[in-house]
């Protein structure tokens, strides 16, 4: 376990550069990544992953979103819905962090970039980038689409505004079995409940 700790801590501490980097981009963006991070810890940890688990699952929720880095202006900061085309381009960010994460080139970083690759892949299969579906999605990224997907609703954007927390858990559930996993999201809503990262807007 140590050695997986200095691993982590190596990793951790090499890709902070980028964090700084997305938060000058997108401050938004970051403040979103730190929000969806804890929240993802948490769940991993009641869900009782390894110590190698939750530390993949550390780097890829602080990093899920920096491929957005590579993400035209014109699209990543437009004030209202993206148009088909546009979307299509956007939704290259999770393959783009991908390969950000690869190339640091450092132990750990293979586990993270897959999490990232895939935490926009849904449950039934129609996600992107592959399409995967059920438990062939990494259980870090499945973890990550829900906290990520209660987060993105719980902030105003500038396409949308901040809904309540049980107009938030309304959606979620409608979304259970179909985005996410049935499994995972009794114990989400459990833990939310008494969570610092629970919208104050009920």
């Not at 202006?73 to 690869?102: C, F, N, T």
């Amino acid at each position: 376990m140590e050695l997986e700790d200095q691993v982590f801590n190596s990793l951790l501490r090499y890709t902070k550069a980028l964090s700084v980097a997305l938060g000058y981009r997108d401050l938004l963006t970051r403040l979103h990544s730190e929000r969806v991070q804890g929240l993802s810890v948490n769940i991993g940890e009641y869900c009782g992953l390894s110590h190698k688990e939750i530390n993949a699952l550390t780097i890829a929720a602080s990093f899920h979103d920096i491929g957005k880095i590579g993400i035209p202006d014109y699209i990543l900061l437009k004030p209202s819905q993206l148009d088909e085309a546009e979307w299509d381009v956007m939704k290259r960010h999770s393959e783009i962090g991908e390969k950000i994460m690869l190339s640091t080139e450092l132990e750990g970083s293979q586990q993270a970039a897959l999490v990232i690759r895939h935490h926009h892949e849904h449950y039934i299969g129609t996600g992107y980038p592959d399409k995967l579906s059920g438990k062939n999605i990494p259980i870090c990224s499945r973890i990550i689409t829900i906290a990520d997907s209660y987060d993105a609703m719980a902030t105003t954007r500038s396409y949308h505004h901040e809904r309540t927390h049980l107009e938030i858990m309304a959606i979620l559930h409608e979304e259970t079995g179909k985005k996410h996993d049935p499994e995972l999201m009794p114990v989400f809503c459990k833990i939310i409940e008494s969570s610092k990262f629970r919208t104050a807007k009920s």
